[in-house]
């Protein structure tokens, strides 16, 4: 062995693993800056490693074989520690440094992979399929920076942003990340790859946005994500009064310059000559969006006041109806769906695609609004119009979401929704959806994982841990399940909790405890998330077909727009479609219509 040991010493084998190892380290190190930088496809960087580490052995099989003995076979030359000391020490360098990427990128050392404080969480496993490659000609758009100097402007260069994001998720050839991902940003002084990376897009679109009375400056940066190049810039001084021109110029820009570079061949459009707008009311209509924005109650109702003020100013301005059609339909929605506030949506929905057909934000609202009203032709022709339109677009994809759930396909609801966090992957509420989805599908895993990515964007929401802890409970983790019952309970929300509760023991076959539960839910309803199907669909679990049938005719009465689609979950008991009472509801003109449609668009679907 020794002499084993002597001989590689002597043919200098050692060093020249060393000097190879160390070599080849820096090779691929220069190689995973370079080649990204000049557009090089993916394939060429593996070569390159499977070449450094093929190289090895020939490089010790040479060195052995051909190079000749340099003392002969039985001299022996003093060695030179020094060189011997320095190689080794690289070489053990690249192989700490080595292994140190390799334990970050399979997980061994998470806190490797923990983001900077007050920056989005990174990606999930359950979210690596969305992020393997991201589509070609997609883009993100950070919010401008405000450059008028008065904070109270912000909403004016969020609202350029918003409205730039709005007009190329209008072309079917991009791939538009979403509001709520985009300006999760707002503020982070985060690199470019970084951002493109967690919003899986190919170029970011960043600038700034100067408004001073009359006049307004637009600088706007389009950065190729993989090497930081500008792929196009401009900057545009103009009257405010021109503002739909300009967004037209570049969002036309942008659209030719990502489908030339990214997809290799001409596209975009000619900028549409654009009518003046009043100053004043184009502000008011910026001020609108960024109260709509906030999903809340007091935010919906200044929205909405704006909105008015900008169509009494802007009577030709569709996306001021639309967008006052959307906050109209989101206060019903939550608000128990009044009879005034789904007219004063459909009269403001209803305008707007009269002045501008192709509107997919009021097409998607109008949607929903056919959904709440059982409208199942009008919604039929609003979700075949949006495909037709641009498939890809969030609007569209969220409207979907909602026409296949009602409807009884939640395999295609499901699908929807995965494409709706692909461009809006910071989104709480459709994480969510999707959590919940995968649950009544009886895809409890899944549905954990999507809960799981959804709380981290936003801890300890209540509706994110019930959707965690009930998928937790189908999974007969009763541990974790008792401890988000703990959570829930803590938080203030004692039906969310019972809800779970009572999930958990259908599961172990605790009927009488789940119908006590059940009844605690219904004695105080309407409370949490729960509408009239969902207590009916507790009662069902916990064996009370009687309970299950009063509470599925209140939906009934009510126009709840998922009662009849819930006989397509499979998570639903079979006894359901046996019970008199949901024979009888299924004999209804109301809910022939809907069997019709849902027959309709299944008999399109492939398979």
């Known amino acids: 062995m020794q002499s084993l040991l002597r001989e590689l010493q002597d043919r200098k084998l050692d060093r020249v693993a060393a000097a190879y190892g160390v070599t080849a380290w820096l090779i691929v190190q220069a190689a995973s800056i370079g080649l990204p930088t000049f557009g090089a496809p993916g394939w060429v960087m593996k070569v390159v490693i499977v070449a450094a580490m093929a190289g090895f052995p020939l490089a010790l099989w040479i060195t052995w074989h051909v190079v000749p003995h340099p003392h002969g076979r039985h001299r022996f030359q003093a060695r030179n520690a020094t060189t011997d000391i320095i190689l080794l020490a690289l070489l053990g360098a690249v192989v700490l440094v080595s292994a140190a990427q390799l334990a970050a990128l399979f997980g061994i050392l998470p806190w490797v992979q923990k983001s900077a404080p007050g920056t989005p969480a990174a990606v999930s496993p359950a979210q690596a399929e969305q992020n393997l490659l991201a589509p070609p000609a997609s883009i993100a758009v950070l919010p401008f920076l405000n450059m008028s100097g008065d904070p109270a402007k912000e909403y004016f260069s969020d609202g350029i942003s918003e409205e730039l994001l709005n ?9 538009v ?3 709520t991902s985009c300006f999760a940003f707002k503020g982070k002084n985060e690199d470019i790859r970084t951002i493109a990376h967690a919003l899986n897009v190919r170029a970011v679109l960043e600038g700034s946005v100067r408004e001073d009375g009359q006049h307004i400056r637009i600088t706007a940066q389009l950065i190729n994500a993989a090497n930081g190049y500008h792929l196009w810039s ?3 001084d103009r009257d405010l009064r021109n503002i739909l021109e300009v967004q037209d110029e570049i969002a036309s820009a942008i659209t030719a310059s990502l489908t030339h570079t990214l997809l290799g061949k001409p596209g975009g459009r000619p900028a ?62 939550f608000h128990n769906r009044p009879a005034d506030l789904l007219s004063e949506a459909d009269a403001a929905l209803r305008q707007a695609l009269k002045l501008d057909p192709k509107n997919l934000e009021a097409l998607s609202s109008h949607l929903q609004l056919a959904l709440m009203h ?8 609003d979700a075949n119009r949006l495909q037709s339109l641009n498939p890809h677009s969030v609007f569209t994809l969220r409207g979907m979401n909602a026409y296949y759930g009602s409807l009884g ?6 699908a929807a929704l995965r494409e709706a ?33 959804s709380l981290a964007l936003k801890p300890n929401r209540a509706l994110a841990i019930y959707t965690l802890c009930s998928a937790y409970a189908g999974q007969r983790r009763t541990s974790d399940t008792r401890i988000l019952i703990g959570q829930l309970l803590v938080l203030h929300e004692p039906d969310a909790s019972r809800g ?25 309803f309407p409370t949490f998330v729960f509408d009239e199907t969902d207590v009916g669909t507790f009662y069902l679990a916990a064996g009370d077909p009687a309970k299950a049938g009063i509470w599925f005719k209140r939906a009934f009465d009510h126009r709840a727009q998922d009662l009849f689609a819930v006989s397509y979950f499979p998570t639903t008991p079979s006894s359901l479609n046996t019970m008199p009472e949901w024979v009888a509801l299924k004999q209804t003109p109301e809910a022939k219509a809907w069997q019709a449609a849902h027959d309709q668009i299944g008999a399109k679907l492939p398979g």
């Not at 007009?167 to 791939?175: D, E, K, M, V, Y």
């Not at 396909?409 to 499901?414: A, D, G, L, N």
């Not at 509420?429 to 799981?452: C, H, I, M, P, Q």
């Open 272 to 333: 549409a000559h654009r009518a003046p707008v009043d100053p004043g009311g184009y502000r008011k209509y910026l001020q609108g969006q960024y109260f709509a924005a906030l999903k809340t109650d007091d935010g919906d109702k200044k929205a909405v006041e704006l909105f008015k003020q900008v169509n009494k100013v802007l009577p030709d301005f569709a996306p001021a109806y639309a967008a006052l059609g959307r906050s109209y339909v989101h206060m019903a929605e």
């Open 421 to 453: 966090t692909r461009l809006d992957p910071l989104s709480f509420v459709d994480l969510n959806n999707l959590a919940t989805v995968y649950y009544y599908l009886g895809r409890f895993k899944e549905s954990a994982s999507a809960a799981n990515d």
């Open 177 to 179: 990340a979403a509001r």
């Open 409 to 414: 396909f939640p395999e295609q609801q499901s």
């Open 374 to 381: 059982w409208d199942w032709k009008a919604a039929g022709s």
């Open 167 to 175: 007009q190329l998720a209008n072309a079917p050839a991009l791939r």
């Open 234 to 236: 401009h900057s545009y």
């Open 500 to 524: 779970c509760s009572l999930r958990a023991a259908v599961v172990g076959g605790q009927l009488q405890q789940a119908h006590t539960l059940a009844d605690t839910i219904a004695g105080g």
